[in-house]
């Protein structure tokens, strides 16, 4: 494993459990400690972590987000589970918006051969998949490009959705939080979502179970503004009742049952 793939899984396991240390680091990638402690330094530089004695905590504040390049690896088999459950909910002929991020990604290749579809996206990389698809139309809203998401934003990307109105949209989220809501990153981001939101018939969230119990930066919706949520693994104590309270249809991925659409929160 080269030194950048070792320095990701390092960062990797310290936003897991909140600290590594140098020994067992060393251990794990049967290296030395010395190269342990300047693969450490190298994120301390770039203000990922902060060094302590004998090993490293997390630097992370609340609107750090990880490079799209280290999130593609990660939770990959939840979120393709994820992307196939939440393309059932979709019907031919629907029109659909698809929020930017990994999970949206594995959403919107689910879609590549699906019929009379209309999906409108901020998103670079979905666009991307759909681009050549013959039987969906694809609108690409336009904006100004965050080069590392591949996302749209801005004026351009907010005023798309402005005179639109969808079916469904699929939300993508950084955190999932009982009081917070679902919250994000980059504020840039979160007022596209807020369109997207308001322009949608039923909004439908899709985020692994990594999400739940912390909070980003900036709240994108409350629960109460989400319909459906479509997840990897069941949401327990507070953040279950939570969705409950707020009459939100959980769907965990993988599993082959869904509630009929009668049972959905109606908006």
């Known amino acids: 494993m080269n030194g950048e793939n070792r320095s990701a899984e390092i960062l990797k396991e310290i936003e897991a459990r909140g600290s590594v240390s140098v020994v067992d680091m060393a251990k794990r990638f049967t ?22 004695h004998g090993g490293a905590v997390s630097a992370r504040g609340r609107s750090y ?21 939440a393309a059932s909910l979709v019907a031919d002929g629907d029109s659909i918006a698809i929020d930017s991020g990994t999970t949206a990604l594995e959403v919107a290749r689910c879609l590549a051969k699906r019929r009379n579809l209309t999906v409108v996206t901020p998103s670079l990389l979905v666009a991307n998949v759909l681009a050549n698809c013959s039987d969906i139309r694809l609108v690409l809203t336009g904006g100004i490009v965050r080069p590392e998401e591949g996302s749209l934003v801005g004026d351009l990307a907010q005023r798309a959705f402005q005179g639109l109105y969808v079916d469904r949209l699929f939300l993508t989220a950084a ?7 679902f919250t994000e990153y980059n504020w840039d981001d979160v007022l596209v979502k807020r369109v997207m939101i308001r322009s949608a018939t039923e909004v439908i969230a899709i985020a692994d179970a990594s999400k739940f119990n912390h909070v980003a930066f900036a709240q994108t919706a409350p629960l109460s503004a989400i319909h459906q949520f479509v997840t990897d693994r069941a949401p327990t104590g507070a953040l279950a009742e939570a969705f409950a309270r707020n009459k939100v249809v959980v769907h965990i991925a993988g599993e082959e049952d869904i509630p009929d659409t009668e049972d959905e929160k109606q908006g």
């Open 65 to 85: 987000e990880l490079s799209l390049l280290v999130r593609s690896s990660e939770n990959i088999e939840a979120k393709q589970r994820i992307g196939k459950c």
């Open 175 to 181: 955190a999932v939080d009982v009081e917070a809501g």
């Open 31 to 52: 290296v030395s400690e010395m190269t342990i402690r300047r693969d450490l330094a190298d994120l301390e530089k770039e203000g990922l972590i902060r060094r302590v």
